[in-house]
């Protein structure tokens, strides 16, 4: 008979939970949406929703959701997946985005406009702010490519050690035609990385989510990302701290003098990097502020 798209939803939603998937209802919506060409399946029409589904849509609909059925995650299945406003390509093994790493991005934007409003109530006319921001481990773009459009006058380097991430936010800023504003590098940033970053002088923004994921927690992660992500991008040692000791020791020679850094971290962070901070003094780095995000943590 005739299939329409709450029929085929209501069917994957079923064999997904009768699996185990995890969301199975949100991931059989996507799958459809995607297929229908909409963002979300509250976004279609009662006229979509009810119009038979052709063979080729079913075809791609099972396609994909055989993919789900691996337990591989929808962004990587749908192969592209919004970040603040930005519609980015997602590929495996490259890290996905999380909704939370929005409040970083967020966190930058406030910072520089602070400074602009400070500059504009200056006596004296200031030079436009055209700040540099630095992203170590830029993944798919996401942060760096948001910054690029919420601050227009800005330009970024983005660094990854791996070579499918430096890929994937090429392509994203491309399909973004930011690829004029960003210089992306394939490096692992290490204590010696300082002459490499400094392509256009110093800094006035690091921002990193680099791997922050304590090593023993690594087991309990879900199936989807052990399965289907790069783990390198998670796995920050056995304190977590293995990658943000280096983005620390490297900000001093990085930053300019009125420069700031942005990490986002495990909640149990904060305190071992003021600790590691005053066990080296000569970095001259103050912890300014510790934010949660909108998940509390």
């Not at 509250?42 to 396609?63: D, F, G, K």
């Not at 910072?111 to 006596?123: R, T, V």
């Not at 006058?153 to 504003?181: F, G, P, Y």
Request: proline share 6%.
């Amino acid at each position: 008979g005739l299939v329409t798209a709450t029929d085929v939803v209501s069917y994957w939603q079923k064999v997904f939970e009768a699996n185990g998937i995890p969301e199975a209802r949100e991931s059989s919506e996507y799958i459809v949406s995607f297929v229908l060409g909409a963002k979300t399946f509250q976004s279609l029409n009662s006229e979509s929703l009810h119009t038979p589904l052709t063979a080729v849509q079913q075809e791609q609909i099972q396609q994909l959701s055989n993919k789900r059925l691996e337990r591989m995650p929808v962004q990587y299945v749908l192969g592209e997946w919004d970040f603040q406003d930005l519609t980015l390509k997602m590929r495996p093994p490259v890290f996905i985005p999380r909704p939370e790493t929005e409040d970083l991005v967020s966190l930058v934007v406030e910072e520089e406009s602070q400074k602009c409003e400070k500059n504009s109530a200056l006596c004296f006319p200031v030079p436009v702010s055209h700040p540099v921001i630095l992203e170590i481990g830029c993944g798919s773009g996401a942060i760096a490519l948001s910054l690029l459009c919420k601050l227009p006058q800005s330009r970024v380097i983005a660094v990854d050690k791996e070579k499918a991430a430096v890929d994937l936010t090429r392509e994203n800023a491309h399909r973004l035609q930011l690829q004029d504003r960003i210089h992306v590098l394939h490096h692992d940033v290490s204590y010696g990385s300082a002459k490499q970053l400094l392509l256009w002088g110093p800094v006035d923004f690091i921002v990193s989510n680099p791997p922050y994921v304590f090593h023993e927690d690594m087991a309990s992660l879900d199936t989807e990302i052990l399965r289907y992500e790069d783990l390198g991008a998670l796995d920050g040692g056995d304190d977590g701290m293995r990658v943000i000791k280096t983005i620390l020791a490297l900000a001093p020679s990085l930053l300019k003098d009125s420069g700031s850094m942005f990490l986002e971290v495990d909640p149990r962070h904060p305190n071992m990097v003021e600790d590691w901070l005053q066990a080296h003094p000569n970095l001259l780095l103050i912890l300014r502020a510790i934010r949660k995000d909108f998940c509390g943590k």
